[in-house]
């Protein structure tokens, strides 16, 4: 069962401008969250995180926003730069389980 | 560097062959993760280690599977007989034990064909 899921494949955006990927998850019991960044041929890159007591983390061009009752997150990145362009996984897990649920990824393109 | 590494980065195998895989987690931290990726799908969960102990196998993990850590430091997995279905890129991640949380850092994996 998909526990997380990222219903956009694809984000295309133009360089300069704000990119937001979105996350829905369904395990009410999920109280960390993570966001990372694969490119080809590589193996994801930690990005930012938040706890669930938390609704907003921020470090520098990424923002993370976590809405709980809505069991949403989204990531922003502002600006969009041409190296951001990779492919995006949500991914959270319980307390004391530390085992991670992913997403399927959004891929993002930065038009220059 | 001081990242997580694999090794072997590919494995081509022949189908009901054997295969090892290493990974070598982040020398401080003492957690040690086993994920599987296919085409187009998020990283699934396979199983993971605290120190030497293996202490979650998920049930994808069938018994043609196996992880070990021996001394709590580089961890191998190793598919017996390997079939088509097993090709796909296997990833590590390593961590270490906090009191709220568990940011696992990636290894580049090993892509694994099975003909």
């Known amino acids: 069962d998909q526990q997380v899921k990222q219903n956009s494949p694809s984000l295309s955006v133009q360089e300069g401008r704000i990119s937001i990927l979105n996350c829905d998850y369904t395990?009410?019991?999920?109280?960390?969250f993570l966001w990372y960044k694969k490119y080809p041929a590589e193996g994801p890159t930690f990005l930012i995180s938040i706890s669930s007591i938390k609704d907003k983390n921020e470090d520098g061009r990424f923002t993370v926003f976590l809405n709980k009752s809505a069991k949403h997150l989204s990531l922003h990145i502002v600006p969009s730069q041409p190296g951001d362009s990779a492919v995006y996984f949500c991914a959270a897990h319980r307390s004391n389980d530390y085992k991670l649920s992913f997403g399927a990824g959004t891929t993002v393109t930065v038009r220059a | 560097d001081t990242g997580v590494s694999q090794d072997p980065r590919h494995k081509i195998t022949k189908r009901g062959q054997n295969v090892t895989f290493r990974c070598d987690p982040i020398s401080e931290h003492n957690r040690l993760y086993w994920y599987r990726q296919t085409l187009g799908q998020g990283p699934e969960f396979l199983t993971y280690f605290q120190n030497e102990a293996q202490l979650e196998k998920s049930r994808l993990l069938s018994d043609r599977f196996s992880a070990e850590r021996p001394k709590g430091s580089f961890s191998t997995l190793e598919i017996q007989r390997t079939e088509q279905g097993d090709s796909a890129m296997y990833l590590c991640?390593?961590?270490?034990?906090?009191?709220?949380?568990?940011?696992?850092?990636f290894g580049p994996g090993t892509r694994l064909t099975v003909l």
């Open positions: 395990n009410s019991m999920f109280d960390y």
């Open positions: 991640a390593s961590s270490s034990t906090s009191w709220d949380t568990d940011t696992q850092y």
